[in-house]
């Protein structure tokens, strides 16, 4: 039997995930407004969250929930 720590977490869209499946130019868009507060286009966030639902599809998800974060640092309502 696997244990919890030889799963969890092995299904996330995190960096290596969005360089493989961004455009060059969408990922490097992304990754400054992440790293360095630039503003975020509109057209790179469609196209992350295209690429997210496509990925998480290709997992074989049915059903997915989008959490906002705001940037206070607590979940919003």
């Known amino acids: 039997m696997e244990s919890v720590a030889d799963y969890f977490g092995c299904m996330v869209?995190?960096?290596?995930v969005m360089?493989?499946?961004?455009?060059?130019?969408v990922y490097?868009?992304?990754k400054k407004t992440i790293d360095q507060?630039?503003?975020l286009d509109i057209s790179?966030?469609?196209a992350v969250a295209t690429a997210m639902k496509d990925?998480?599809?290709?997992?074989?998800v049915t059903h997915y929930r989008?959490?906002?974060?705001p940037l206070a640092g607590?979940?919003?309502e």
């Open 13 to 16: 869209f995190d960096d290596r």
């Open 19 to 25: 360089r493989a499946t961004l455009s060059s130019d």
């Open 28 to 30: 490097r868009s992304l």
């Open 37 to 39: 507060g630039a503003q």
């Open 44 to 46: 790179v966030a469609n």
């Open 55 to 60: 990925w998480a599809v290709s997992k074989g």
């Open 66 to 69: 989008h959490w906002f974060q």
């Open 74 to 76: 607590i979940p919003a």
